[in-house]
């Protein structure tokens, strides 16, 4: 719960600190996470203006990579991670991801996943919203589901979990925008 | 709390929650229930950070623990997980529904064709055929190294400089350092662009369709039972599909697989007997004329590789791991990602290669002047003319050390000079592929396996390749198969 607090805080006080400390503040952290190859590298690109390996097999990403992303009005520091099964971690790169989100307090946590497998990456989603940590999910690859033929009710399922759910199609910048807004709203609701 | 108003585990699970809940007393970044939850599965670093700041908390928190686990046959990883699952599938089956597509689609086909051993191994070789053999060997490393070689450095630059050089420059240090045999611009250049980039730039390309078309994952599939008997699995195959590329960047991505006995034996294997792209191609281009030897090379890797594996499986000790790996869909790569990616992968690989390539060539004209390169020559000169080699090739593996291509790349200069004839360029094309990595690769390994281990593996590496370029030898004499 604490980043909440920060959050409130700061909103509170806003009118009293000069904006030019506020400004000084560290940017306000947004994390990528999910199982490997759901496109979190792609969202990565999307959202920020450079450019990490993305690849059709698992465990392309190794390592973090940091950028630089505007949403709404202000600059944020986005953060890609290697995949990441579920909190009891098993590989190198699982425990990096676990570190990341345990120590950095990050003020958005995205848990990107790919809508065709749902159900089988919903137990990381309540793992992070157990941990209480600001989750929002995104359903990505959506093409690949409508093809399919699977059709997800979106809203059902963010009313059950309590979190924001949008769903996505990375790759073909479908629904971007609507997740910057997401993002936006979320970050800043007091 | 619990998600959103049902909850997902059992009463006993939940008051265990609720018990450890009130005996932490510190504040953490996540939730004392997610802590608890974690606690109760025993993880390793929530039960570190807890002895140490929950200190006489400590003992109630690991009572509740043990108390739990024995009210339960399996495991509590196992039972918390399957309640999360069992709560996904709820939820699922509330939130979606799938209108039945009877289209049987081309690619489920084309699936089950690839993973189909029978027709599977077919393909897979009908793959490194057309992309690393035809495309890479042949077309990069033949083609285009040719035009760049022949029609652009030699024909152009090469006299260029040197003339240059010879009409204004008076100090012949100098002179030798930017021209002449292995100069800056006549040696270091010349490798990096027009040998080097070539057939890198090439493998990047073939690899990126082949990774975004989602081939690798079956690929791995249907190696797993062979690479399960090297004390690997299924898993390795990226990184020992990515080491024909680059050694350096595939000993990196090791670090991927699960355990450390896995993680030891795959650096292993990379550094012995897996040739990265420049060195693929630069030997795959000069053996090409010659069919018979092209083949002796490579029955004689892939037994290498397969025994070297067996042994070290045998001697390591570990239990085998389990394969489990997510199969993403076939999908058509998009051109334009495909571009991107092998354009940053090649930024990468020449930020990386081109200053040492330039710093091997100073480092060679220092040592001609003060003579330490004559002595290391010297060194191995015993060596190189043990398993056969005319004495010219033992430059060759000096340069090797520094980079594997490099040293391949010094290869192709012998044999356009006629020296070798094909027995011996097979004996010192199998040795060279398995003598030690080159530098950045060997700064790669301290980095990931530290340094005792990388050292170990460098010295067998060293040994090894010199006895077995020693008994191919042999028996290429006894059996007459080559001369």
Redesign the interface.
Same mark, same amino acid.
């Given at each position: 719960?604490?980043s909440f607090n920060d959050v409130e805080t700061l909103n509170n006080n806003e009118s009293i600190i000069d904006e030019k400390v506020l400004e000084r503040k560290e940017a306000e952290k947004i994390v990528l996470v999910g199982?490997? =190859?759901v496109g979190k590298s792609v969202l990565f690109n999307r959202l920020t203006k450079s450019?990490v390996?993305?690849? =059709?097999?698992? +465990?392309?990403t190794?390592e973090v990579s940091r950028g630089k992303g505007i949403i709404g009005n202000k600059e944020y520091e986005i953060i890609d991670t290697p995949g990441m099964y579920?909190?009891?971690c098993?590989?190198?790169?699982e425990?990096v991801t676990?570190?990341l989100?345990?120590?950095e307090?990050p003020d958005a946590v995205i848990h990107v996943i790919d809508a065709k497998n749902?159900?089988?990456m919903?137990?990381l989603t309540?793992?992070l919203?157990?941990?209480?940590?600001p989750v929002l999910l995104v359903l990505n690859i959506m093409d690949?589901a409508r093809?399919? +033929?699977?059709?997800?009710?979106?809203r059902?399922?963010e009313?059950?979990? +309590?979190i924001p759910v949008i769903s996505t199609t990375a790759?073909l910048n479908e629904g971007i925008d609507t997740l910057k807004e997401r993002i936006d709203k979320y970050v800043n609701r007091v | 709390m619990s998600i959103g108003s049902d909850t997902i585990y059992d009463d006993t699970i939940e008051n265990a929650i609720k018990g450890i809940e009130a005996s932490l007393e510190k504040d953490y970044i996540i939730s004392k229930r997610a802590l608890s939850l974690l606690l109760l599965q025993e993880d390793e670093d929530s039960l570190e950070e807890i002895k140490e700041r929950e200190k006489e908390n400590y003992l109630k928190i690991i009572s509740i623990v043990e108390e739990t686990k024995n009210k339960y046959e399996r495991p509590l990883t196992f039972v918390i997980s399957s309640y999360r699952q069992k709560y996904a599938k709820t939820l699922t089956d509330n939130v979606m529904v799938k209108t039945e597509t009877n289209k049987k689609s081309f690619s489920e086909t084309l699936d089950k064709i690839m993973l189909n051993p029978i027709t599977g191994v077919p393909i897979a070789l009908l793959v490194l055929y057309f992309g690393l053999y035809k495309f890479v060997g042949q077309f990069g490393a033949g083609v285009i190294v040719d035009f760049l070689e022949g029609n652009i450095f030699e024909a152009y630059i090469n006299p260029w400089i040197n003339n240059i050089l010879n009409d204004y420059v008076s100090w012949e240090w100098l002179r030798t350092l930017i021209g002449g045999d292995y100069g800056i611009i006549t040696l270091g250049i010349r490798y990096a662009i027009a040998i080097v980039l070539p057939i890198v730039g090439t493998f990047f390309f073939v690899f990126s369709i082949i990774e975004d078309s989602g081939y690798l994952p079956r690929l791995a599939m249907l190696v797993d039972r062979l690479f399960k008997k090297i004390g690997l699995n299924g898993r390795a195959v990226i990184p020992m599909v990515l080491g024909f590329g680059c050694d350096t960047m595939a000993t990196m991505v090791s670090r991927t697989l699960e355990t450390e006995r896995e993680r030891i034996i795959s650096t292993l294997l990379l550094a012995l007997a897996i040739p990265c792209s420049a060195q693929l191609g630069v030997i795959l281009s000069l053996l090409s004329g010659e069919p018979k030897a092209l083949l002796v090379w490579l029955i004689f890797i892939v037994v290498v590789f397969l025994f070297i594996g067996y042994l070290a499986a045998k001697v390591l000790p570990g239990e085998e791991p389990l394969f489990y790996m997510e199969m993403p869909p076939l999908r058509l790569p998009k051109l334009s990602n495909v571009l991107v990616k092998t354009y940053t992968r090649m930024e990468w690989y020449f930020a990386e290669v081109l200053p040492l390539f330039i710093l091997i060539s100073v480092f060679i004209w220092f040592g001609n002047i003060i003579g330490i390169f004559s002595v290391l020559v010297n060194i191995f000169r015993p060596f190189v003319t043990a398993i056969g080699l005319p004495e010219e090739v033992s430059e060759i593996f000096l340069f090797g050390f520094f980079r594997r291509d490099y040293g391949a790349a010094g290869l192709f200069d012998l044999v356009k000079g006629g020296i070798l004839s094909a027995r011996q360029l097979v004996v010192a094309s199998a040795t060279l592929t398995l003598f030690v990595p080159c530098v950045a690769q060997f700064v790669m390994m301290i980095k990931e396996r530290g340094l005792k281990t990388a050292i170990y593996i460098a010295a067998f590496v060293f040994v090894f390749s010199f006895f077995a370029g020693y008994a191919l030898n042999w028996i290429l004499i006894t059996t007459g198969a080559l001369v």
């Open positions: 719960m604490k199982t490997p =190859n450019y390996t993305v690849s =059709n097999y698992p +465990g392309t190794v579920s909190f009891m098993i590989t190198e790169e425990k676990k570190r989100l345990f120590k307090k749902l159900e089988r919903l137990p309540f793992q919203i157990e941990s209480e940590l690949e093809r399919l +033929g699977l059709k997800i009710d979106v059902k399922l009313e059950k979990l +309590g790759a | -």
